[in-house]
């Protein structure tokens, strides 16, 4: 072996110089010593005659150096990690292309991605909402699945097409990228140490109170007797308007004829599919159609009077309830048949 002995570390540049002109195969590397003078070339040739059986780790080093000093120097950015890979597929071998590949571009970033599973979606949201459409696409594909959902959902809702198709057309992530994604990620692991973990608490307390069996209803009143402010709070979550996604046709008919048709037409203006598809399946088909049609003449709405009218709708649902003249699903219980 011509390098007996030598790590990668010790190679000197002119070494560097051979390993590389190897791998690029003979015509690119006769490209490359035509613009070499006498001197250079009879060195890095000499060394080139005398190399064989080349550590990959030799390889490995070389090729990173030279692609560290081409960005610098040239300003350009270099090559997507498809076209090295069919290069160096040639002149290395898939399996040496590889492994060089996954150095240079390395996976470190995807553990510490995976880090940020522990972070909130919402708080995530918050700051990728900050960065450049491309750089969100390529934060999302590296994140897990779930949790890109999850963030997604919380980012404003008339980018999120575009979004979701910046991320399908993802193929080459050049290393430039990469890097400000590592960089990125560090940033918010760094933050995200400093964060308290978010409770909805009153969410749970509603959800716990709707499972419970019996008067749920003399609870609420003892709860209110020692915090009114905080029994509103889990009252009003208790009949979310996303509840009505969750009866029966027969129990939405009961409350449809009760509810005037002007808030129906507020109320699911922008609701989720659930609802409105409950609600307006519930419906006669001309009625529906005729409530459909008005909501899109109708243009944009403020939203205080969107939610105010389904306020309206779920306190008339709790008068009845109360009343005993309704009942209703709180919470999405399992069936069988």
Same mark, same amino acid.
Request: aromatic share 6%; hydrophobic share 45%.
């Given at each position: 072996?011509?390098?007996?002995?030598?790590?990668?570390?010790?190679?000197?540049?002119?070494?560097?110089?051979?390993?590389?002109?190897?791998?690029?195969?003979?015509?690119?590397?006769?490209?490359?010593?035509?613009?070499?003078?006498?001197?250079?070339?009879?060195?890095?040739?000499?060394?080139?005659?005398?190399?064989?059986?080349?550590?990959?780790?030799?390889?490995?080093?070389?090729?990173?150096?030279?692609?560290?000093?081409?960005?610098?120097?040239?300003?350009?950015?270099?090559?997507?990690?498809?076209?090295?890979?069919?290069?160096?597929?040639?002149?290395?071998?898939?399996?040496?292309?590889?492994?060089?590949?996954?150095?240079?571009?390395?996976? /470190?970033?995807? +553990?510490?991605?995976?880090?940020?599973?522990?972070?909130?979606? #919402?708080? $995530? *949201?918050? @700051?990728? !909402?900050?960065?450049?459409?491309?750089?969100?696409?390529?934060?999302?594909?590296?994140?897990?699945?779930?949790?890109?959902?999850?963030?997604?959902?919380?980012?404003?809702?008339?980018?999120?097409?575009?979004?979701?198709?910046?991320?399908?057309?993802?193929?080459?992530?050049?290393?430039?990228?990469?890097?400000?994604?590592?960089?990125?990620?560090?940033?918010?692991?760094?933050?995200?140490?400093?964060?308290?973990?978010?409770?909805?608490?009153?969410?749970?307390?509603?959800?716990?109170?709707?499972?419970?069996?019996?008067?749920?209803?003399?609870?609420?009143?003892?709860?209110?007797?020692?915090?009114?402010?905080?029994?509103?709070?889990?009252?009003?979550?208790?009949?979310?308007?996303?509840?009505?996604?969750?009866?029966?046709?027969?129990?939405?008919?009961?409350?449809? /004829?009760?509810? +005037?048709?002007?808030?129906?037409?507020?109320?699911?203006?922008? #609701?989720? $599919? *659930?609802? @409105?598809? !409950?609600?307006?399946?519930?419906?006669?088909?001309?009625?529906?159609?005729?409530?459909?049609?008005?909501?899109?003449?109708?243009?944009?709405?403020?939203?205080?009077?969107?939610?105010?009218?389904?306020?309206?709708?779920?306190?008339?649902?709790?008068?009845?309830?109360?009343?005993?003249?309704?009942?209703?699903?709180?919470?999405?219980?399992?069936?069988?048949?």
């Amino acid at each position: 072996m011509a390098l007996p002995g030598k790590s990668a570390e010790e190679l000197n540049l002119i070494e560097q110089a051979a390993i590389v002109l190897l791998s690029m195969g003979e015509e690119p590397a006769a490209g490359v010593l035509r613009c070499l003078e006498r001197e250079d070339l009879l060195a890095v040739t000499q060394v080139m005659s005398r190399l064989s059986g080349i550590r990959v780790d030799s390889v490995r080093q070389s090729l990173q150096h030279f692609f560290d000093d081409y960005r610098e120097q040239s300003g350009v950015h270099g090559a997507s990690r498809s076209f090295l890979q069919r290069s160096l597929g040639l002149a290395l071998g898939g399996d040496i292309a590889g492994s060089v590949l996954d150095s240079i571009y390395g996976d /470190e970033v995807r +553990p510490k991605m995976a880090r940020l599973q522990w972070a909130s979606p #919402a708080w $995530l *949201a918050e @700051r990728l !909402a900050q960065e450049h459409p491309r750089m969100q696409a390529v934060f999302l594909a590296f994140l897990p699945p779930k949790l890109a959902g999850d963030v997604i959902e919380y980012l404003p809702a008339s980018g999120r097409e575009a979004l979701v198709l910046n991320v399908a057309r993802l193929k080459d992530v050049d290393r430039d990228l990469l890097v400000q994604l590592e960089v990125l990620t560090d940033q918010y692991l760094s933050e995200f140490g400093t964060q308290s973990v978010a409770m909805e608490g009153v969410k749970q307390a509603a959800e716990i109170l709707n499972r419970i069996p019996g008067n749920k209803q003399e609870l609420v009143e003892q709860l209110r007797a020692r915090d009114p402010e905080i029994a509103s709070a889990i009252e009003t979550e208790m009949y979310d308007f996303f509840v009505l996604s969750t009866q029966s046709e027969a129990t939405l008919t009961q409350i449809i /004829e009760a509810v +005037p048709a002007e808030l129906w037409a507020l109320a699911l203006k922008g #609701a989720e $599919l *659930a609802v @409105r598809k !409950a609600v307006l399946g519930a419906m006669p088909r001309r009625q529906a159609q005729s409530f459909e049609d008005q909501m899109r003449r109708s243009g944009p709405v403020p939203l205080s009077r969107v939610e105010q009218a389904r306020r309206e709708i779920m306190d008339l649902v709790k008068a009845m309830v109360d009343a005993g003249e309704l009942e209703i699903q709180l919470f999405a219980e399992a069936v069988v048949e």
